[in-house]
């Protein structure tokens, strides 16, 4: 009996040291691949202030990306953050709310972008009369990124042993004084892997985007169509006329999604401390 539990551990290391190693090397393959193929491609035309069929700069893109991503966190994490310590610390657990509210938001994070667009273009396009804007996808992303940072924050918060909620209410603390001074601080690093998640939606998204911020090359207000990186290096790809600045977009835009995921753990170790 002990030798077989003993040979089902070794397999079973085996098997997952396998699986790391061979994602490890997709990453890398994929890494290497972008590199190889754009890196050669990159010019100043790529990063001129207004783009152009002939230097098809990418810049306004990078623009686009930085604004959406930075509105579509802004609405998006106090209102996932701030549901999830409700449902942790304030509602009670295993109440039919809470069972509710899981339910609908494992749901929503399960739903296929293209369908968050289609209702953005509905809702905010058509309905509410915006058009192709910017702010239209801001408001899709931030309804498509909400469920994932709230079921990552509910799961970091309750991951906090509740020793520690307990030696706080012990001392004398509140609630509000135990959750934001004890609870969150541990918590921290949970949650910026949620926020680091929805970066990663937002930054990579271009079906919602297509149907409700548009695919127009310029930068300008939330009130104006736009693309974004992710959306000008699919349009680049689509036309099949300029396959070498779709390469160099693809470079920029995984060093933007590595620069703003060190950006947010950096930030998230400064908030820890």
């Excluded at 994602?23 to 972008?34: E, H, K, P, Y």
């Excluded at 937002?202 to 009130?223: D, K, N, P, Y």
Aim: hydrophobic content about 55%; proline content about 4%; glycine content about 10%.
């Amino acid at each position: 009996m002990t030798n077989s539990r003993h040979t089902s551990s070794a397999v079973l290391r085996v098997l997952v040291w396998a699986a790391a190693a061979l994602t490890v090397v997709i990453l890398v393959f994929l890494i290497a691949f972008i590199l190889i193929k754009g890196i050669p491609n990159l010019n100043a035309g790529l990063f001129a202030r207004e783009y152009t069929s002939e230097n098809c700069s990418m810049l306004p893109a990078i623009l686009n990306t930085v604004k959406i991503t930075f509105f579509s966190l802004l609405l998006a994490v106090p209102l996932g953050v701030f549901s999830a310590i409700y449902l942790a610390e304030y509602a009670p657990r295993g109440s039919r709310l809470v069972k509710i509210v899981r339910l609908t938001t494992e749901t929503l994070a399960g739903i296929p972008s293209i369908v968050y667009g289609l209702f953005g273009y509905l809702m905010f396009n058509i309905s509410l009369g915006f058009g192709y804007s910017l702010i239209a996808g801001v408001l899709t992303l931030t309804i498509m990124v909400l469920p994932t940072i709230m079921r990552t924050t509910e799961e970091a918060l309750l991951s906090v042993p509740d020793l520690y909620r307990e030696g706080s209410f012990g001392l004398g603390a509140g609630r509000l004084r135990t959750v934001f001074r004890i609870v969150l601080p541990p918590a921290m690093p949970g949650i910026t892997a949620g926020v680091i998640l929805a970066i990663g939606r937002i930054v990579g998204e271009t079906a919602a985007l297509i149907f409700t911020s548009g695919t127009a090359s310029g930068s300008a207000g939330l009130t104006t169509s736009g693309r974004t990186l992710a959306v000008h290096m699919y349009a680049l790809w689509n036309e099949g006329l300029h396959m070498g600045a779709a390469y160099a977009t693809g470079v920029v835009l995984l060093l933007l999604v590595v620069g703003i995921n060190t950006l947010a753990g950096w930030a998230a170790k400064r908030m820890t401390r």
